[in-house]
């Protein structure tokens, strides 16, 4: 693959979305690479399949670390990386291969995303003891606001983001992923990061939160001004 031919691909499939994430080039050059290789018999919705199939690993190696050894934590790498691969690329692949079904595939994709939360909270839940199961339900309502705020972001302004600042859906990840294997290596510690995980998605809730007020409260003013006084 030449470099013209990525940067026709990367035009392709980042126009519908504003990015800010840290790891925003470096993610979309690869899903570029990766969507020109998707085999033409695999379709979007199979994409999206393999995706939740990954929540489903992450969701398994918890309870299977809980019941036997906690290394099993590591299969929920493979997991998220199942998750990012299909999640990211079902609507790329829409657009690439110009077939795009975008109410279609926005209402699938928060369905699957709000799953996948559900899948890893009840995860966590299971591994997690005592008081600490609470951890879980945290992060599926913290994760859950995230969500909303993005969809009334969207009502409001018309433009469609699912990130936070420099933190996206990859970040979040990665960020889990390393919480796994901080776990396996010390036993404990996955309290003390979902303790913080939580504190953070918090802070960025209430700040996303004001900044969408804010938003909303423009827009009010924008569109009294514009109406002809009776």
């Given at each position: ?150 969809l009334l972001r969207y009502k409001i302004t018309d433009k469609y983001t699912i ?21 396996v290596i010390r036993q404990g510690s996955i309290i003390y990061s979902g303790i ?22 423009k827009r009010d003013k924008e569109e009294k001004e514009s109406k002809p006084s009776?």
């Amino acid at each position: 693959m030449n470099h013209t031919e990525n940067e026709s691909a990367l035009s392709k499939i980042s126009k519908d979305r504003e990015r800010t994430n840290i790891l925003k080039k470096h993610e979309q050059n690869l899903l570029a690479y990766l969507v020109q290789r998707i085999p033409l018999w695999m379709n979007s919705d199979m994409l999206t399949a393999i995706g939740l199939a990954g929540s489903f690993v992450t969701a398994a190696s918890f309870i299977l670390a809980s019941y036997f050894h906690r290394s099993l934590l590591l299969f929920g790498i493979l997991g998220f990386a199942l998750n990012w691969f299909g999640d990211s690329l079902d609507g790329r692949l829409a657009y690439f291969r110009n077939k795009l079904r975008k109410w279609y595939g926005f209402s699938l994709d928060f369905t699957v995303d709000w799953l996948t939360n559900i899948l890893i909270g009840l995860g966590y839940i299971v591994y997690a003891n005592g008081k600490w199961e609470l951890l879980g339900f945290g992060f599926v309502v913290l994760y859950g606001w995230a969500m909303i705020t993005a969809l009334l972001r969207y009502k409001i302004t018309d433009k469609y983001t699912i990130d936070s600042g420099i933190l996206g859906p990859t970040e979040v990840r990665i960020i889990i992923s390393l919480i796994l294997v901080f776990e396996v290596i010390r036993q404990g510690s996955i309290i003390y990061s979902g303790i913080l995980a939580c504190v953070v998605l918090f802070t960025i809730n209430i700040i996303d939160s004001i900044k969408l007020l804010q938003i909303a409260d423009k827009r009010d003013k924008e569109e009294k001004e514009s109406k002809p006084s009776a």
